[in-house]
């Protein structure tokens, strides 16, 4: 809990409060608790909120106890502190807030108001019970009422709601403290991370006309390992084990899909197969990757700072990490001119890497893939550029959201080589969808009966792989 609060100590500085306002503001200026605010000071003046009628006189009286938690907070010299002793203060004030006569509201509220405050103040507001919610792969937060999440691969509205934009605006602060990234109207776009990994993607007004937004993709309380994909239907087990065989033998692969396919995911699953005794050194925009072995170096790319300085790119991190006597460099998302520093990282030595591009087939990831290499702003022949893609990249796994909402591999493929200017490859393994059963989509993996050319190079290095992984199986189901 307390990894989660460490971001109140730079939002609360920054705090923009929603205050009451006319006759509510002028009854609601102070709420004190019994007892002593803090040792040896006098006790805190009372005002009588009155009880409360209904839903909004609730949210009045929790927006009051909210300005004066905050106002309690800085007054007693804790924006410094370490985000435990702003917990304690939180839980100290609700405690006192909720027993107090003077607020209105029966057992049911008060102890729900405690909850809030909490929330509000060191999480994540209105969202706390969505991120609990283990079925929620996606929270999206378009206005103050309107936020959806997707379950399951389907988009529905939800019940919650925000006060209003400020509260949106206030809940992004406290996600980027956390990391030390900054989101204003001069930059109002900033992608951040949950202390679980997830990814948050926020905006402001103006680049959002009608009201702030937050996107929130989720990556679970628990990462998905191997044997849960298996169960879920996310490949084989003859995919998994020829990809675990492909990993140890240092080969090179790339997980292209695309948006919430499931890309991420599936590189956490292939690094599992890294021996523990290899330095691995990851590069990420937002770092949200967990691996199980020790020895892991993380690296993050950053914006520029509020004085227009500072940024940090992926390539510059790229060329930083060769210095670093890397074993397995492993890159989240290839998405510019960093593809050019990674492919001659693949061809210098610097075997088994992963990473992840955004593309809809494995012919389209060796394109996008190009087109990236060219953004490096070095002229280049495109003969040249495909040389080295062919010569770095062994193995594509190409994944895919289907519309029942599982993610599954589509097909893994073997770059073979270059014939005049075109690379060339071979599908080792597929998914064959033969049709759906209501929402369920319904199909069998397969092996293509293609033997890779890399299965000669690992006999030569002592690594024996079943020649029965890669015969052809026909629909169980036919």
């Known amino acids: 809990m307390s990894d989660r609060r460490d971001d109140l100590i730079s939002a609360l500085d920054r705090r923009r409060l929603s205050r009451p306002s006319g006759d509510a503001a002028a009854r609601l200026k102070t709420v004190a608790a019994k007892g002593n605010r803090l040792a040896g000071e006098e006790e805190s003046p009372v005002v009588k909120i009155g009880k409360p009628s209904g839903r909004s006189d609730y949210l009045t009286v929790k927006a009051a106890l909210q300005a004066r938690l905050l106002d309690e907070i800085g007054e007693r010299g804790l924006l410094e502190t370490e985000g435990v002793d702003v917990a304690a203060a939180v839980h100290e004030f609700a405690a006192r807030a909720i027993a107090s006569e003077d607020v209105g509201l029966n057992e049911v509220e008060r102890i729900r108001l405690a909850e809030e405050l909490t929330d509000e103040t060191i999480g994540m507001g209105p969202l706390a019970p969505l991120l609990a919610d283990p079925a929620v792969s996606d929270i999206l937060v378009n206005a103050p009422d309107q936020v959806y999440v997707e379950r399951f691969g389907r988009l529905e509205r939800t019940d919650v709601r925000f006060r209003d934009t400020e509260h949106i605006v206030r809940v992004i602060e406290r996600i980027a403290a956390r990391v030390g990234r900054r989101i204003d109207t001069a930059s109002p776009m900033a992608d951040l991370r949950l202390p679980d990994g997830s990814r948050v993607n926020a905006t402001l007004p103006p680049v959002t006309l009608d009201s702030p937004t937050i996107s929130i993709r989720r990556f679970g309380r628990r990462r998905l390992r191997r044997d849960d994909l298996l169960t879920i239907g996310t490949l084989s087990p003859e995919m998994l084990e020829f990809l675990v065989f492909a990993v140890r033998a240092r080969k090179n692969i790339l997980v292209s899909g ?80 960093e593809a050019l520093d990674m492919l001659q990282a693949l061809n210098t030595g610097h075997d088994g890497g992963l990473g992840t591009i955004h593309a809809n087939s494995t012919r389209d990831a060796l394109a996008r893939l190009e087109t990236m290499v060219l953004m490096a702003g070095i002229e280049l022949p495109s003969r040249a550029v495909r040389e080295q893609i062919v010569s770095a990249i062994h193995l594509i796994v190409q994944v895919r959201r289907y519309d ?42 397969t092996a293509t009966g293609v033997i890779p050319r890399m299965v000669e190079d690992l006999r030569e290095e002592g690594v024996l792989v079943p020649s029965a992984l890669f015969q052809r199986t026909e629909d169980p189901d036919q």
Do not use: C
């Not at 004085?307 to 460099?329: F, K, Y």
């Not at 770059?415 to 071979?426: H, R």
């Open 258 to 337: 695309g948006t919430g396919a499931g890309k991420s995911t599936l590189l956490s699953v292939l690094a599992e197969a890294i021996p523990d005794t290899e330095r691995i050194i990851t590069i990420e925009d937002t770092a949200e990757l967990s691996l199980d072995q020790e020895h892991v170096v993380r690296m993050e790319t950053r914006p520029v700072n509020i004085e227009g300085r500072g940024r940090i790119l992926a390539r510059d991190l790229l060329v930083n990490a060769l210095r670093m006597r890397p074993d397995r460099i492993i890159v989240g998302e290839v998405r510019g001119a």
């Open 404 to 445: 029942d909402g599982v993610r599954r591999i589509e097909s893994v493929a073997e770059i073979t080589g270059i014939e005049g200017a075109t690379p060339q490859m071979q599908e080792l393994f597929a998914f064959r969808r033969r049709g759906k059963h209501g929402r369920k989509v319904i199909g069998h993996f």
